[in-house]
């Protein structure tokens, strides 16, 4: 009975660890491939150099050449996804995103935007929410952001994804180009490519260009490429690198054409160290909790639920004892040498007694001292 109790409470114990290690690969990881709320705010670098660029300053317009860089500060916003209901609610998580450009030798502003955008907690895309805009001409704007911008899927594949443009306020398809090691992060890298397209652009804010920039002019466009390139942690869909090769010219309809753009932005060391590291540190968790700490405890589930299984094998198999009263009695039973008169008539006599067997001799009697046997 006490070999079927400890073995019980052994299946027992095993059978319960393995439900919570199948609980952690199915339950517990995939919550963890989520956007989190509390997640902390981030700031990413990326500098440019010896870049060409329009500055407005004081009204002033003017192309001018010299280092850039661009700081982008991305904070969750916790208490307006608090208020996110209908499908957004728990889905989503809200961001607050702004961007400055600013020259590094006079640190004077070149340009800003921000913007407020839901993403979906798993791909990372853009959600339809109807208190997003984007701001880059000191109005906000309402805007449908769509696709990828600072995050891509958790468990990123080898394909083509869209990746918003805010100069185009549209998507265009960033191709999966290979793979390449990013402070021993092995990453996916996707190039998007934009070839001279044109922007819209309100007609007042061509006509101060050409007017500045491209005196008799009437009419005009501004064209815009990009050559997008990411670095992503395929594991949690982070950005490691990024490099913009941007350009957009002025194209009036007479005269010579104007650039107001020709950069080659990308991350600095610090930021690529820092993206890495917070890299590193998500999957750390997801590896703990939906890896090792699964295996561990499924191998530890079984080994016990087989010990159990043994320890009752052996309890159910173990020969009974006979009972006390029975021992005792065979124990106190005479043998055929302690009983009085010796063997009875009717008794094999043992083996090893000289008694003859054939029919002059009567059972039970001996010859008397001295006499001689006549047989």
């Not at 701001?135 to 394909?159: L, N």
């Not at 309890?315 to 009695?329: F, M, N, S, T």
């Not at 007694?353 to 039970?364: I, Q, S, Y």
């Amino acid at each position: 009975m006490k070999h079927r109790a400890i073995g019980a409470v052994l299946f027992g114990g095993g059978i319960l660890l393995l439900a919570l290690a199948a609980g952690l690969v199915f339950v517990v990881k995939p919550a963890m491939a989520k956007l989190p709320y509390d997640l902390d705010a981030s700031t990413s670098v990326a500098e440019a150099r010896g870049a060409t660029f329009l500055q407005i300053t004081n009204g002033n317009i003017a192309i001018n050449r010299a280092d850039l860089k661009s700081t982008v500060r991305v904070s969750p916003d916790a208490k307006t996804t608090g208020t996110l209901s209908g499908d957004l609610d728990g889905k989503a998580v809200v961001w607050q995103v702004g961007q400055t450009v600013e020259r590094t030798d006079s640190k004077e502003l070149v340009s800003a935007y921000g913007a407020a955008l839901a993403l979906d907690r798993v791909s990372g895309s853009a959600l339809d929410w109807n208190a997003q805009y984007l701001d880059d001409t000191g109005t906000q704007e309402k805007v449908k952001f769509s696709g990828h911008m600072y995050k891509f899927p958790f468990g990123a594949e080898k394909k083509t994804y869209p990746i918003y443009d805010r100069d185009l306020r549209d998507v265009r398809p960033a191709e999966f180009k290979g793979t390449e090691d990013i402070k021993g992060i092995e990453s996916y890298r996707y190039e998007q490519v934009i070839t001279d397209e044109q922007l819209n652009l309100a007609d007042e804010r061509v006509k101060l260009l050409l007017g500045a920039l491209a005196p008799g002019a009437t009419t005009g466009k501004v064209v815009y490429s990009n050559t997008r390139t990411v670095w992503i942690d395929p594991v949690t869909g982070s950005f490691l690198k990024v490099r913009e090769v941007q350009r957009k010219t002025l194209m009036p309809d007479v005269g010579a054409q104007a650039t107001l753009l020709d950069a080659d932005f990308s991350y600095n060391e610090e930021t690529v160290a820092a993206s890495v590291k917070r890299a590193e540190d998500s999957r750390q968790k997801l590896t703990i909790l939906g890896v090792y700490a699964p295996i561990g405890l499924a191998l530890l589930g079984l080994i016990l639920a087989a010990a159990g299984l043994l320890v009752t094998r052996r309890g159910a198999v173990q020969p009974a004892v006979e009972p006390r009263h029975r021992a005792d009695a065979t124990a106190e039973q005479p043998t055929v040498s302690d009983r009085e008169g010796g063997p009875l008539s009717d008794e094999i006599p043992p083996a090893s007694t000289n008694w003859r067997g054939d029919d002059r001799t009567v059972p039970g009697q001996r010859p008397a001292p001295g006499e001689v046997d006549q047989r």
